[in-house]
Nanobody
Framework: QVQLLESGGGSVQEGESLRLSCVGSGYNNNNRCMGWFRRAAPGKGREGIAVFGSDGSTRYADSVKGRFTVSRDDTANTLYLQMNSLKPEDTGTYYC????????????????????????WGRGTQVNVSS
């Protein structure tokens, strides 16, 4: 059974940093993309923030380019999101997710920033950024 558990959220001031972690179990990372998504407020949709492909490629939403970095430690089955220069508009619940495995490598394209490509989700961790 695939499980994803996010941690590392919290309340910070504008300009500060946080690092989110997502520990996965019940699967291997072969030919899967893993992504970070954000829900700004209850009732709003999830926005794709960053993707890490099984080929090592990465892709970011324009709103976080240059400030956020996604990485993965396969030995620890953990996905990370380093968030620097945080802004109030980064506030939200952050979720990690993984696609189903495929026969080919999963490359982090624009499509991999969309919610519908992901099959398994964590419960989220809350990030609050105040000005």
């Amino acid at each position: 059974q695939v499980q994803l558990l996010e941690s590392g959220g919290g309340s910070v001031q504008e300009g500060e940093s946080l690092r989110l972690s997502c520990v996965g179990s019940g699967y291997n990372n072969n030919n899967r993309c893993m992504g970070w998504f954000r829900r700004a407020a209850p009732g709003k949709g999830r926005e794709g923030i960053a993707v890490f492909g099984s080929d090592g490629s990465t892709r970011y939403a324009d709103s976080v380019k240059g400030r956020f970095t996604v990485s993965r430690d396969d030995t620890a089955n953990t996905l990370y999101l380093q968030m620097n220069s945080l802004k109030p508009e980064d506030t939200g619940t952050y979720y990690c997710a993984t696609t189903l495995p495929t026969s080919l490598q999963c490359s982090a394209g624009e499509r991999e920033l969309t919610v519908t490509n992901y099959r398994f989700w964590g419960r989220g961790t809350q990030v609050n950024v105040s000005s």
